[in-house]
């Protein structure tokens, strides 16, 4: 199963999402999705498992879930927004991680791409940056990867432009 994980579109996808997903089994949305607009228009792309963050408004929270646990080949997989990294762990999400135990562990929020194994929990941490034209970041990012049973491989860190780039303005 090949994923494609992303996080802070803040309302809009470039264009170059779909190149770099075209394939890919599953999107990941870890929040801040922007609009409902962001939310329909991946899921009409591919599969799509999607957070709310806290940028998110009513219609996206209803359509979304605060977190998702669920199972991907044979691995446990924690999706949350606001989530940090081992040694700075949000309160929230350090209290699912203590209770789920994921082997794979996604956030967003931070705009920055980081990709860390937590060998005190056996987990996989990652987080994709961000693909929005706003925030704090300068490269807009994407992660993509496959999982094959208990396998995870060919992770790939995907920078596709600069944030606030004027195309699709």
């Known amino acids: 199963m090949k994923i494609g994980v992303l996080s802070d579109t803040h309302g809009w996808v470039d264009p170059a999402v779909y190149e770099h997903f ?37 219609e996206v929270r209803r359509a979304t879930s605060e977190y ?20 700075r762990w949000a309160p929230r999400a350090l209290a699912l991680i203590e209770e789920l135990k994921p082997d794979i562990f996604v956030c967003g929020h931070s705009h920055i791409l980081k990709v860390i194994y937590d060998k005190h929990r056996s987990m996989l941490c990652i987080n994709p940056g961000s693909a929005g034209r706003t925030g704090m970041h300068k490269v807009m990012t994407l992660l993509r990867f496959t999982i094959d049973d208990d396998k995870l491989s060919d992770m790939e860190v995907i920078e596709f432009g600069n944030r606030g780039h004027k195309a699709d303005y």
């Open 68 to 87: 998702l646990f669920f199972i991907a080949g044979s691995k446990k997989v924690l999706i949350i927004h606001i989530g940090g990294y081992p040694g």
């Open 22 to 58: 075209a394939g890919v089994d599953e999107i990941w949305h870890a929040g801040d999705a922007g609009n409902i607009g962001v939310i329909t228009e991946l899921e009409s792309f591919r599969p799509l498992r999607a957070v709310w963050g806290n940028c998110d408004d009513f």
